[in-house]
C-alpha cells in the first residue's frame, strides 16, 4: 500500500483493515461506492449473532451503528490523506469517537439474512470533525448491489439513485465523530473541559 490512500481506495478494502472493531461487532461487510467531496455507501448482511436474544430482529442502534461504522470509515481514509499515513499508522495514533446524534427514524423491521445499504452524506468535515446524514435501505436483491455501484458516479449519489426494489428502513440526521489522537482517548480527556 502506498503512504496514504488514493481517491476512491476505501472500495474493495476490507472493512477489518479500516475499522478497529472486533468480529463481533463489526456492522459492513463491503464498500460500494466513495467519493470524499459527497460521502459513502456501504453494505451488510445482517448475521444470527445480531439478532441473538432479540426475537429475531435486528436492534435500532445496530442500524445506526452500522450507519456510524461507514461514516468513521469515510473519516479515516480522508484523515490519511491529511496526515499522509497509511491506515495502520492512523490506527496506532488515532481513535475515531462517536460525539453526538441528531434525530432518528425508524421505518421498518429488519431480520437475519436482510442485506442493509447505507447511504451517507458529507455534512461537514473540518479539524477530524465529520458530520453525515442519509438513510439505510434494505436490498431487494443484494446480489445485484457490486454491479450497479460499479459504474455509480457523483450525480447518481446527489440524485440517490437506488437499485431496483430497495426498501427504506431508517433515516438518520447528523452523527457526529471526530478523530482522537489515542493518548487523549485513552487517559479519556478528550471530551472534558480545561479547568479555569
Not at 20 to 29: C, E, M, Q, T
Not at 52 to 59: L, N
Not at 102 to 120: A, F, K, P, R, Y
Request: charged share 25%.
Amino acid at each position: 500500500m502506498k503512504c496514504y490512500p488514493e481517491e476512491n481506495l476505501l472500495v474493495g478494502i476490507p472493512p477489518k483493515e479500516v475499522l478497529i472493531h472486533g468480529p463481533s461487532k463489526l456492522f459492513v461487510d463491503d464498500y460500494l461506492w466513495f467519493d470524499p467531496q459527497l460521502g459513502v455507501v456501504s453494505a451488510y448482511t445482517v448475521k444470527p449473532r445480531d439478532v441473538h436474544d432479540h426475537f429475531g430482529v435486528f436492534r435500532g442502534v445496530d442500524m445506526i451503528e452500522f450507519f456510524g461504522q461507514t461514516c468513521i470509515s469515510a473519516g479515516t481514509v480522508m484523515e490519511c490523506w491529511k496526515e499522509q499515513c497509511s491506515l495502520a499508522e492512523m490506527m496506532v495514533r488515532f481513535r475515531f469517537a462517536f460525539l453526538g446524534l441528531g434525530q432518528v427514524q425508524l421505518h421498518n423491521l429488519v431480520v437475519e439474512g436482510d442485506t442493509l445499504v447505507s447511504i451517507c452524506h458529507i455534512n461537514h468535515y473540518r479539524f477530524r470533525q465529520m458530520t453525515m446524514s442519509g438513510s439505510v435501505y434494505r436490498a431487494g436483491d443484494p446480489g445485484l448491489l457490486q454491479e450497479f455501484y460499479r459504474t455509480y458516479n457523483s450525480t447518481d449519489f446527489k440524485q440517490e439513485k437506488l437499485p431496483p426494489s430497495m426498501q427504506k428502513i431508517a433515516d438518520i440526521e447528523r452523527i457526529v465523530g471526530r478523530a482522537i489522537k489515542l493518548e487523549k482517548f485513552n487517559n479519556n480527556t478528550y471530551g472534558k473541559r480545561r479547568s479555569a
